[in-house]
């Protein structure tokens, strides 16, 4: 386990210039923006960049309300709006989370033993279980957006689905251990309790203040704590079917706590 008082890798600056190239590594890993290259990361640099995966997962999210509100000024329904806002995120993130979530399914839904269900998870092609799962996260999280309709919610709505949802993917890593030796998941190992630590407080926090701000106090505390339960959730069924965590499905575990805030969100505000 990578100390927290040690960098997980030497070549990162120390200071405010550790956090900023924290930053860009994170934004880097989790989206497609035409970002400079970054230097040479030793091992270990992906787990200590997660501290920030929070405030990424919030742009994004505003980056998806934004393009809601554009549909909405537009002429679209909420319907349409909200299939475009999820097209717009999943552009602006390459997919990463959804092929996580598909590869997941896959392996997870396969009647088989734990070595070939991750055979399954590596697999380039997809399963019934895989496009069932694709469908249900895109159908759920358009459907709730449609559902709050209004561009002044889904965009605080969104930014708070983001944050938390990109937290709970360095939090999957400190409940459960890499389920292989090679891979994502084995490269990044575990997240430092200062990074889960941080990012959680990141994610935590933006969620409750712009939840305050936009809503009311009851949605922004059943969010976070919805949260908790589906990390828990996803957590228990990877140790089950595979023993630990993969990139993927910390991919999942992003897809899953995304629809769930936003349900959440849809009935506490209903």
Same mark, same amino acid.
């Given at each position: 386990?990578?100390?927290?008082?040690?960098?997980?890798?030497?070549?990162? %600056?120390?200071?405010?210039?550790?956090?900023?190239?924290?930053?860009?590594?994170? !934004?880097?890993?989790?989206?497609?923006?035409?970002?400079? $290259? =970054? %230097?040479?990361?030793?091992?270990?640099?992906? /787990?200590?960049?997660?501290?920030?995966?929070?405030?990424?997962?919030?742009?994004?999210?505003?980056?998806?309300?934004?393009?809601? $509100?554009?549909?909405v000024?537009?002429?679209?329904?909420?319907? =349409? !709006?909200?299939?475009?806002?999820?097209?717009?995120?999943?552009?602006? /993130?390459?997919?990463?989370?959804?092929?996580?979530?598909?590869?997941?399914?896959?392996?997870?839904?396969?009647?088989?033993? *734990?070595? *070939?269900?991750?055979?399954?998870? *590596?697999?380039?092609?997809?399963?019934?279980?895989? +496009?069932?799962?694709?469908?249900?996260?895109?159908?759920?999280?358009?459907?709730?957006? !449609?559902?709050?309709?209004?561009?002044? #919610?889904?965009l605080?709505?969104?930014? +708070?689905a983001?944050?938390?949802?990109?937290? #709970?993917?360095?939090? /999957?890593m400190?409940?459960?251990?890499?389920?292989?030796r090679?891979?994502?998941?084995?490269?990044?190992?575990?997240?430092?309790?200062?990074?889960?630590?941080?990012?959680?407080?990141?994610?935590?926090?933006?969620?409750?203040?712009?939840a305050?701000?936009?809503? *009311?106090?009851?949605?922004?505390?059943?969010?976070?704590?919805?949260?908790?339960?589906?990390?828990?959730?996803?957590?228990?069924?990877?140790?089950?079917?595979?023993?630990g965590?993969?990139?993927?499905?910390?991919?999942?575990?992003?897809?899953?706590?995304?629809?769930?805030?936003?349900?959440? =969100?849809?009935?506490?505000?209903?």
């Amino acid at each position: 386990m990578v100390k927290s008082h040690k960098s997980p890798y030497p070549l990162a %600056p120390a200071g405010w210039r550790g956090w900023v190239f924290d930053l860009h590594f994170a !934004a880097s890993f989790l989206t497609r923006l035409p970002l400079p $290259a =970054l %230097p040479r990361v030793a091992d270990g640099g992906l /787990t200590r960049a997660m501290r920030l995966f929070p405030l990424i997962g919030l742009l994004i999210g505003l980056v998806g309300g934004g393009v809601y $509100a554009g549909a909405v000024w537009l002429g679209l329904p909420p319907s =349409l !709006a909200a299939l475009v806002s999820v097209a717009a995120t999943a552009g602006l /993130t390459g997919g990463l989370h959804e092929d996580g979530l598909a590869d997941t399914a896959d392996g997870f839904g396969a009647p088989v033993g *734990r070595v *070939r269900k991750m055979e399954i998870m *590596r697999d380039s092609r997809i399963g019934a279980f895989g +496009v069932l799962a694709l469908v249900f996260s895109v159908g759920l999280r358009a459907g709730a957006i !449609a559902a709050l309709a209004d561009p002044h #919610a889904v965009l605080p709505a969104l930014a +708070v689905a983001g944050a938390l949802s990109r937290a #709970a993917m360095p939090l /999957t890593m400190r409940l459960c251990d890499p389920a292989r030796r090679d891979g994502l998941g084995a490269s990044a190992g575990h997240a430092d309790d200062e990074s889960a630590f941080i990012s959680t407080v990141i994610a935590v926090g933006s969620a409750i203040a712009l939840a305050l701000i936009a809503f *009311r106090p009851a949605p922004a505390v059943s969010s976070v704590a919805l949260t908790f339960a589906a990390v828990a959730a996803v957590t228990a069924m990877a140790r089950v079917q595979i023993g630990g965590y993969t990139g993927d499905v910390l991919g999942a575990v992003g897809q899953a706590v995304e629809a769930v805030v936003l349900l959440t =969100l849809v009935v506490t505000l209903s």
